[in-house]
């Protein structure tokens, strides 16, 4: 069984700087594509940044572009979201997540494997 544990949250100032972890086990065949989604009080989640384990094409929502990387350690089976210039709008719950599911996000699906998440909470 697929588990995803993630780590890395807290809390920070507007303009600062985090690094999320997460790392996957229990799969039997390794996930093609892994993702961040995020989602905040009162509104839908939605889809940060995706990479392809693959060949390490990656994928990031508008309103993170320039700011946020995923990125990926194969040997240790983690997948990592930096995020630098944080800004009070990126306060939610990160999910770290593995392909697979009913949902399409960047030519990957997701939605069976999910993490339990972790807070990050920025501050103006």
């Known amino acids: 069984q697929v588990q995803l544990v993630e780590s890395g949250g807290g809390s920070v100032q507007a303009g600062g700087s985090l690094r999320l972890s997460c790392a996957a086990s229990?799969?039997?065949?390794?996930?093609?594509?892994m993702g961040w989604f995020r989602q905040a009080p009162g509104k839908e989640r939605e889809a940060v940044a995706v990479?392809?384990?693959?060949?390490?094409?990656?994928y990031y929502a508008d309103s993170v572009k320039g700011r946020f990387t995923i990125s990926q350690d194969n040997a240790k089976n983690t997948v990592y979201l930096q995020m630098n210039s944080l800004k009070p709008e990126d306060t939610a719950m990160y999910y770290c997540?593995?392909?697979?599911?009913?949902?399409?996000?960047?030519?990957?699906?997701?939605?069976?494997?999910w993490g339990q998440g972790t807070q990050v909470t920025v501050s103006s």
């Open positions: 990479i392809d384990t693959g060949g390490s094409s990656t």
């Open positions: 997540a593995a392909e697979g599911g009913g949902t399409w996000y960047w030519g990957c699906t997701f939605g069976y494997y």
């Open positions: 229990g799969y039997t065949y390794r996930p093609t594509c």
